[in-house]
C-alpha cells in the first residue's frame, strides 16, 4: 500500500494582502517540505484570503491573483520546493466564454490549483456556490466543471472545495467514481457556535460516500466578522478520525496516510475506456505527477487529534481571535472602551486584554449625575485587576451646555447621555489613535435598546453577536478559568451580580423596558436564529404579550442597525446592499 | 384579428403590507374593469412589495403571502370582477420536494398568478434569478421551470417576470416556440439613471425574438434605497412603441390591441402533438379562459407615449420620490435637517421641501466659532425663499465644554464640531419625532471626507448615490426650472457659486484634501461605477498623483460606510450580512 506524507496548513491570511499571503505559503511549505511532506495543502483562496466581496468583481484584483499564482509557483521550485506537491487557493477566472449578466467578462471562480516543479499543474473551480448566511458565493463566482484527479507516488489524489462537500453529488460523488484514493478538500469555512461536531459528522459521512480517505484543510484567524476555527482534520473512509488540528491556532497537521495503489487509466487510454462525465456534468481531468509508490516510512508520523474545547472555552476563543484580527489587520495596536461598570463593557474589556494586552487597552469612565457610585466602583476595579489604562471624564459639563440650549425631556434627554459618550470616545479616539470598540450585545441589538450614535459607537463591537445571557455566562467562565490558573479574576464579582441597567435615569433597570434576559433570549432566539413564525412560538409554550411585545422590537429595530443612512439609489455602483468590500483589505492597485 | 383590452397597472405598493398591496390590487382593477380591460396586470411581487429580502426566508410570511392570494382570487369575484383576467406577482414557494441549503423547506419563489373566477388558475415562478447590483435573488429563490400560456378571447398569452427577460434565453425564447400572441412580463426594476432607454432597447428586442407583442408591467414609488420608475410600456414584434407610461406616477397604461388568433393545440392533444420542454428546461402549461374572439372596438382606446424627462429632472425626480416614500411608508410626516448654508444641504433641503412641503421641513443652523457670516445668511436665505421651518442653536457652548475636558487638537478638533451637530439633530429629532436628514454626497462617502456619526448622521441620506459634480448640477437645474414657472429659486447663488468648505478649521475649503470635484468624480466613475483598474484609468489620460489618492483613499473609507459596528459572528443568524431586513417592512406577524 502506497504511503504519503500529508500536510495541512491552516494559516491566517488578509483579505487583499497577496503578497502576504504567498509568503506564508513559502513559509509553510518550506516547514512541510523540511518534515518530508509530499503532499501540501492550504485554504480555500488562501492566496487572496478569504472572503474577497467585491474584490472578486474588479478584473485587475483577478488578473494580480492568477499572476501571483504563476510567481508562486516558480518561486517555490527557485527555492528547492519543486517536487512537493503544493495545492493553494485563489481567485481566478473562467475561460469559457460563457458569462452571467452582473458578472465581467472571464466571470471570476474560485479556484485552487496544484503547483509541482515551478508549473501550475492542474486547475479546479468550486462547483457548489453557497448563497445563503454569509455565503454570497453565486453573486461572485460561476461554478467549475472538472473534478482534477492527480497521481502523486502513485495514489490518486482527487479535489474539492469547501461547499463541493456540504451539498448532495457534485465532486464526492465524482471521487468515488474516478476511484480516487485521497479526496483533499480546501476549506474557508467559518466560525459557528457547535459548527465543529457538525463539520466532523459531514466529514465523515462524505469519506463514506467518496469511499476514501478525506483530508480537510481549513483557514484560521479573524478576518472582519468571521472567524475561521481550522479544526482541519483527515478521516478514512471507515469514517474513523486520523487526525485533528486545534481550533483558533495557526499550524501544520502533519501525517503519513497508507492509501491505495492507483488503479485507473489515465490519459488517452482513460478517455477511450470511460465516460467522461462522472457527476453533475463534472468531467474527469487526469494528471500524473509521479507513478513510484513510496514504503510505509519506519516511523510513520501520527498527528493525533487536539483536545477539543469547552462550549464557552470555544466562544470565548472565537471572540478574542476576532477581535484581535481585527485589531491588527485594521493597523491598530490599541482599543478604547467606556467603561460603565455594567456587565457588557465589563466583557469587552476582558476580551481585549486577552485579544491585545493590558497595555494597550484604554479605558474611559464617563459618569453622569444619574451613574450610581458601584457603577464607578465597579469599573475602577475592573482596570485595578487587569492593568488596563483607565481615567475618568465627567459628561456632567457636556450635558448641562445642551439642556441648556434645548431643554430636552424623557427618551431625548436619556440618549443625549449616550451620544455624549460616543462623542467623547471618537474624540479620543481621533486624539491618540484607538480603535474604539462597542459593547453592545445581541439581545440589545435585536430589540433596539441601545442609541444610535451613542453607545453603539465603535469600530468593532466585539459580543454584537453574543446573547446577554451568554455575555453573562462568558464572564463568569472567564472568571472561573482564572481562578483555576490561580490569577485574579478580571470581572468584579458586583458587576455581574447586579440587575443590568443603562443608568440613563434614577433607579432605571433594563427590566422596565424589556423581559428578563433569559426569557428575551429564548424568544429571540426562537424568532431570529430558528425563524419561527409567532403561531411556532406560542406553541412552544411561551406567553403571547412577551411574543408579541419582543416581536415586534425586532421587526422596528432595523434602522437602528443600519447606521450609515440609506439613501435613494440612481447610480451602477451605490456603497452598501450593491457594492460590499471587505473593511480589512490589503489589495492595493499596483502603483 | 381579436381584440384585447389590456391595462397595466404600474402601482405603488409596500413591502410587508400585504393587506394594503391587496387593496390596491382591488382598487386598480375595478377601475380597469370599468373601462373595459380584459387583461389587468400587476407588478412582481405586486402582493407583498419588492424587495422583501430576508422576509423570503420566514415561512410565516411565505404562507401570508400565498394565502393573501387565494384570498384576493375570491375577493374580486365576490366584488363582481371576477370575468376580468387579472395577472399578479407574490411570494410564493416551490412545490417540488428537491431544495437547496439555505433555503427553507418548500423554497421560496418570486411568483405571478393569473387570477379569474374566484380562481388561482395558473402560476409561474421567475425562471432567472438576478444576482447582482441591488438584486440577491439566488439567495432567497429557487427558479420557475414552467411557461404558462392561457387563452383569453382567442388570444395566447405567455407570462414572464422581469430578469427573464433581461438575461438570454429562457421564457422569451419559450413564448416564441409555443406560439404566443402576447407576452405579459411583470416587473419590479429599479431607477437607475438612463436605464429607461437601455430598458426600451431591450423590450424592442425581446418583443422580437418572442415574435410577439410584448406588455411591460413596472412597479412605480420608493422603497428603502430603491425607486421603481414605472415607464410600463407596449411594443409589438416589429418594434413599434404602442405605448409607454410616464416614470414616477402611479397610474394605468390602458390600451387596445389587435393580437393574432391563437392556433395551437391546447390541453391532451398539445401534450400527444408537441415537445413539452420548449427551452431551457421549461415547460408549456396551457390553460384557457375563454376562446371567444372579440372584434375591435369601434373607438379603440390608445394610450400614447408619456413625454420622457430631461435627465436632470428624472433624477431629481427620482430623488423626491425616493425620499417621500421613505418618510412616509416609516411613519414620518416631517424632516430635519442641519443648515449649514452649503450646497449639499440646500439641494437635501430643496428636494424635501418638494417631497413633504416646506411646513414638514424643519431646519436648523448650528455654527460655530468657524462659520463663515456668509454661511449663516446663505442657511437663512434659503430658509426665507422656502418657507421651511427654520431655527439657529450654536454649538459653541458644548464645544467649549468637550475642549475644557480634553484639550483636542486637529482633526479631533474638526470632528467634535460635527459630532456635536449630529447629537444635537439626533436630540431634536428624539424630542420633535422629526427624521433626520443626512446630507453626505456620494464623493465624500466614496473617499471618506466625512465624520462617522458627525454630518454622517440621518435616518436617511437623500444624496448618498450623487455625485459632488452632480449636486450643483441639480442645484442650478432645480432653480432654473422655479425661474421658468416665475417661481423664487429655492437655492441662494451664492451657495452655488462659493467653493465648497466644511468650515471645520479657519479658511478651510474642500480642495485643501481632495482634487477639484470635477476630476475628483471622472476618477471615481473609473474606479467605482466603471470598475476600472489603476492601469485603465491612467490609459485614459488621468494624472497617476490624482489617481492614487483618490484609489487610496475609496479603498480605505469603507470603515466610515459601515456604522453599526462589525462585530465577531458567532450563530447562525447575525445581524447585518446575513440578516438582510427591508426598513421599510410593514408585515407583521398576525396577533
Known amino acids: 500500500m502506497p504511503s504519503l506524507r500529508l500536510a495541512l496548513n491552516q494559516i491566517d491570511t488578509t483579505v487583499g494582502d497577496i503578497a502576504g499571503n504567498s509568503e506564508l505559503v513559502v513559509h509553510w511549505t518550506r516547514h512541510a517540505a523540511e518534515q518530508g511532506a509530499h503532499l501540501v495543502a492550504f485554504p480555500e483562496m488562501a492566496l487572496t484570503g478569504y472572503p474577497v466581496e467585491d474584490l472578486a468583481l474588479r478584473p485587475s484584483f483577478v488578473a494580480a491573483s492568477r499572476a501571483a499564482l504563476v510567481a508562486l509557483a516558480e518561486r517555490l521550485a527557485a527555492e528547492g520546493l519543486g517536487d512537493t506537491a503544493v495545492v493553494v487557493g485563489y481567485l481566478g477566472r473562467s475561460t469559457t466564454p460563457s458569462q452571467r449578466l452582473g458578472l465581467p467578462v472571464g466571470s471570476p471562480q474560485n479556484c485552487a490549483a496544484l503547483l509541482h516543479r515551478g508549473r501550475v499543474v492542474t486547475r479546479l473551480a468550486k462547483h457548489h456556490l453557497p448563497n445563503y448566511g454569509v455565503f454570497d458565493e453565486f453573486r461572485y ?47 474557508a469555512s467559518p466560525y459557528e457556535a457547535d459548527k465543529d461536531d457538525l463539520r466532523l459528522e459531514l466529514v465523515r459521512r462524505r469519506a463514506a460516500e467518496a469511499g476514501c480517505t478525506l483530508a480537510y484543510v481549513n483557514q484560521v484567524g479573524g478576518q472582519d466578522e468571521l472567524v ?22 495557526e499550524g501544520c497537521l502533519l501525517l503519513d496516510l497508507d492509501l491505495p495503489q492507483a488503479t485507473a487509466a489515465t490519459g488517452r487510454e482513460a478517455e477511450a475506456n470511460s465516460s467522461r462525465f462522472v457527476a453533475d456534468g463534472l468531467e474527469v481531468v487526469r494528471t500524473v505527477l509521479s507513478e513510484d509508490v513510496l514504503p510505509a516510512p519506519a516511523e ?30 485594521n493597523g491598530f495596536t490599541a482599543v478604547l472602551i467606556g467603561l460603565s461598570g455594567g ?6 474589556a476582558a476580551l481585549a486584554v486577552d485579544a491585545v494586552g493590558a497595555d494597550n487597552v484604554h479605558c474611559v469612565s464617563m459618569p453622569s449625575a444619574y451613574s450610581s457610585q458601584h457603577s464607578r466602583d465597579d469599573a475602577a476595579e475592573l482596570a485595578r485587576r487587569t492593568g488596563l489604562h483607565f481615567r475618568t471624564v465627567s459628561i456632567e459639563p457636556m450635558f448641562n451646555a445642551y439642556m441648556d440650549a434645548l431643554g430636552l ?14 462623542t467623547l470616545l471618537m474624540a479620543l479616539s481621533n486624539q491618540e489613535n484607538h480603535l474604539v470598540l462597542a459593547p453592545g450585545n445581541k439581545s440589545e441589538l435585536a430589540v433596539g435598546y441601545s442609541t444610535l450614535y451613542g453607545d453603539s459607537v465603535g469600530g468593532y463591537g466585539p459580543v454584537k453577536d453574543v446573547y446577554k445571557s451568554l455575555v453573562f455566562r462568558l464572564a463568569r467562565w472567564r472568571n472561573e478559568a482564572a481562578a483555576e490558573r490561580g490569577e485574579t479574576p478580571p470581572i468584579p464579582e458586583n458587576t455581574i451580580s447586579k440587575p443590568p441597567s443603562a443608568e440613563l435615569r434614577p433607579d432605571q433597570v433594563d427590566t422596565d423596558s424589556l423581559p428578563d434576559y433569559d426569557l428575551l433570549d429564548a424568544v429571540l432566539t426562537a424568532y431570529v436564529e430558528r425563524d419561527r413564525g409567532r403561531a411556532e412560538i406560542l406553541a412552544e409554550g411561551f406567553d403571547a404579550a412577551v411574543v408579541d411585545r419582543v416581536i415586534r422590537l425586532v421587526d422596528t429595530a432595523e434602522y437602528k442597525r443600519r447606521q450609515y443612512p440609506p439613501g435613494t439609489k440612481i447610480s451602477s455602483k451605490n456603497f452598501g446592499r450593491d457594492r460590499r468590500q471587505p473593511i480589512t483589505n490589503r489589495w492595493r492597485e499596483p502603483s
Open 141 to 187: 463566482f460561476v461554478p467549475g466543471d472538472t473534478l482534477p484527479v492527480f497521481r502523486v507516488h502513485g495514489v490518486d489524489v482527487a479535489l474539492a472545495v469547501c461547499e463541493d462537500i456540504w451539498q448532495d453529488g457534485g465532486r464526492v460523488q465524482a471521487a468515488r467514481q474516478a476511484g480516487a484514493g485521497l479526496l483533499l478538500v480546501v476549506n
Open 409 to 422: 425631556t424623557g427618551l431625548a434627554e436619556e440618549n443625549l447621555q449616550s451620544r455624549l459618550r460616543g
Open 343 to 348: 456587565i457588557d463593557s465589563a466583557l469587552v
Open 300 to 329: 510513520p508520523v501520527t498527528a493525533g487529534q487536539a483536545p477539543r474545547l469547552g462550549e464557552l472555552e470555544e466562544v470565548y476563543g472565537a471572540l478574542v481571535v476576532g477581535l484581535r484580527a481585527y485589531v491588527q489587520k
Open 228 to 249: 475561521f476555527d481550522g479544526d482541519s482534520l483527515v478521516v478514512d473512509a471507515s469514517g474513523e478520525v486520523l487526525a485533528r488540528a486545534p481550533q483558533f491556532e
